[in-house]
C-alpha cells in the first residue's frame, strides 16, 4: 500500500466552480502535510501546509482528518491558471523519516472555460 | 523562502557517460535533498545531502551511482553515473525552511534524456 494516495483524476472544472479532493496517508505518526501544485514541465510548488485547525489562503482551504487519516483540499472559484497537478505531502516524525517527506502521485486538475 | 538554481537545465547525454547536475541556494541551508521524478510519476527521495559528511541514501539508491557533494551550506551536486537510459528523468534539489513546518522548496529541476 502506498504511504500517500490520491485520485489522479483529471477533475474537470468549469470556470467559476469549486473542485474538492483528498488524500490518504497511512503513517498515523505523521505530523506536517502539505499540498503542492506543480505545472506541466516544471518544478512542485508550495501551495499550502495543512494545519490542524484547517486552514484557508484566499481561495483555497485545506483540511486535516487525523482520525481517518486524510486532507483535503477546496478550490473555489476556479480560475483557469488553477490547471495543475495538485501533490499531496505528508512528513514522517520518527527519527530515521525525519526531514524527508512522502508524496502522493497527484491529482489532477483541470479548468476549462 | 529561497531561491534555488540549478544547472544545467537539461541534458541530452549517451549512455554510459556521467553528468554532475548543481544546486545552488542564495542562502544557507541545513538540509538539501535530492529527488528524482521519472515521467508520469511523483516524485522519489534520493538522499539527503549532508554539509561536511556522507549523503544518506535512500533504499534503491548507491553512492557509486549517484555520489553527491555538499561543500558548503548553499551549495551541493549530484552526479548520475554511468548512465543509462532508465537514468531518464527530472532531477530536483530542494531545501528546508526553517519555517513552522519546516517546508521544503525546489529547484527547477534538471531535465535528463539518456539516448
Known amino acids: 500500500r502506498k504511504e500517500v494516495e490520491q485520485d489522479p483524476g483529471p477533475f474537470n472544472v468549469p470556470e467559476g466552480a469549486t473542485v474538492a479532493f483528498n488524500c490518504t496517508y497511512s503513517?498515523?505518526?505523521?505530523?506536517?502535510f502539505f499540498w503542492y501544485r506543480q505545472d506541466c514541465r516544471k518544478e512542485p510548488k508550495l501551495l499550502m501546509s495543512?494545519?490542524?485547525s484547517g486552514n484557508e489562503d484566499g481561495r483555497f482551504t485545506a483540511q486535516l482528518n487525523r482520525a481517518s487519516q486524510y486532507i483535503s483540499l477546496l478550490i473555489r472559484d476556479s480560475k483557469l491558471s488553477d490547471s495543475a497537478t495538485y501533490l499531496c505531502?505528508?512528513?514522517?516524525?520518527?527519527?530515521?523519516?525525519?526531514?524527508?517527506?512522502?508524496f502522493g502521485a497527484g491529482t489532477q486538475v483541470v479548468v476549462t472555460p | 523562502s529561497a531561491v534555488i538554481s540549478q544547472k544545467p537545465s537539461r541534458d541530452i547525454c549517451q549512455r554510459g557517460t556521467s553528468l554532475t547536475i548543481q544546486c545552488q541556494v542564495d542562502s544557507q541551508v541545513t538540509m538539501m535533498f535530492w529527488y528524482r521524478q521519472q515521467p508520469g510519476q511523483s516524485l522519489t527521495l534520493i538522499a539527503t545531502a549532508n554539509q561536511g559528511s556522507e549523503a544518506t541514501y535512500e533504499s534503491g539508491f548507491v553512492i557509486d551511482k549517484f555520489p553527491i557533494s555538499r561543500p558548503n551550506l548553499t551549495f551541493s551536486t549530484l552526479t548520475v553515473s554511468n548512465m543509462s537510459p532508465e537514468d531518464s528523468s527530472i532531477y530536483l534539489c530542494s531545501v528546508e525552511a526553517r519555517g513552522p513546518s519546516y517546508e521544503q522548496y525546489f529547484g527547477p529541476g534538471t531535465r535528463l534524456t539518456v539516448t
Open positions: 505531502v505528508v512528513r514522517g516524525l520518527t527519527t530515521d523519516s525525519w526531514g524527508k517527506l512522502q
Open positions: 503513517n498515523s505518526a505523521s505530523q506536517s
Open positions: 495543512v494545519y490542524s
